[in-house]
């Protein structure tokens, strides 16, 4: 039953990546999507600014807020699962800076309501713009 259930989660153009897609495309950016020639295939790429974008599930990568939480079930599995998952996006953001490019990151929780959602795209878009490429 479960594992039906997860089978079902998407890993690409989930409704919180296609809002930040939206947001950032209205601000006038224009970026790739998913680029399979870096590490990690960043959710969102913009090669003019040298900036690579993650959307990050807070349940998937253990975030420390509500949705993070820890199942009651199998916990120690999927405690293993989290601490995979924050370790490889580590050791992602690592190669890519390496690289030259500048890692984002923005939490699903961040984008819940709409003045959230703005919030953390404005925020986003600003450091953008104002680090030099």
């Known amino acids: 039953m479960r594992s039906e259930r ?37 959710d969102i790429v913009l090669p003019k600014y040298r900036a690579v974008i993650f959307v990050h599930g ?22 293993e699962k989290f601490l995979s998952n ?14 030259g490019w500048r890692v984002f990151k923005i939490w699903e929780c961040q984008l819940r309501t709409p003045a959230l959602r703005e919030k953390s795209i404005a925020k986003v878009a600003r450091l953008l713009r104002a680090t030099p490429r």
Do not use: Y
Request: charged content about 30%.
């Open 58 to 79: 807070c349940f998937w990568h253990a975030h420390r807020c509500q949705q993070g939480r820890i199942p009651g079930t199998n916990a120690a599995f999927w405690k």
């Open 6 to 42: 997860m089978s079902l989660i998407k890993g690409s153009n989930t409704k919180p990546e296609m809002a930040v897609r939206r947001g950032l495309h209205k601000l006038g950016f224009r970026f790739r999507l998913h680029a399979r020639n870096l590490s990690g295939r960043p």
């Open 86 to 99: 924050r370790r490889r996006d580590v050791r992602v953001a690592r190669a890519l800076r390496k690289d």
